[in-house]
């Protein structure tokens, strides 16, 4: 799991501090901070386009947005097209695990 953290806020002056990042344990999670929305950005360029998204749109900046990519996904100069781009997170996560759990089953 890659977790990319973005100002969004005017008071996101800098990285989360230890207390966001412990949110979450599971130590497979990769956490990054992003402070020019560059994954952001990215990944409104994905050929193709992305899926059809109910929320998370801030000026053009995609944020509390999960995204499940294929087993064949790769990022070059634009991010890759999502097998699922939803948020915001807490709201979706059933969809999330049900995301996660197709692309774990296929071949």
């Known amino acids: 799991m890659l977790v990319v953290w973005e100002p969004m806020l005017p008071t996101d002056l800098a990285p989360p501090v230890s207390s966001a990042l412990a949110r979450l344990s ?3 999670a990769m956490q990054y901070w992003d402070r020019k929305h560059l994954v952001a ?3 409104r360029q994905a050929p193709g386009g992305q899926p059809e998204f109910q929320c998370c749109d801030d000026d053009g900046i995609l944020w509390d ?4 990519f294929g087993r064949q996904a790769r990022w070059a100069d634009a ?3 999502a097998e699922f781009l939803d948020g915001p997170v807490w ?3 059933d969809r999330l695990a049900e995301a996660v759990a197709r692309q774990l089953a296929a071949p």
């Open 79 to 81: 991010g890759p097209r």
């Open 26 to 28: 599971d130590r497979r």
């Open 91 to 93: 709201l979706v996560k």
């Open 65 to 68: 947005i999960a995204g499940v």
């Open 41 to 43: 950005q990215s990944l």
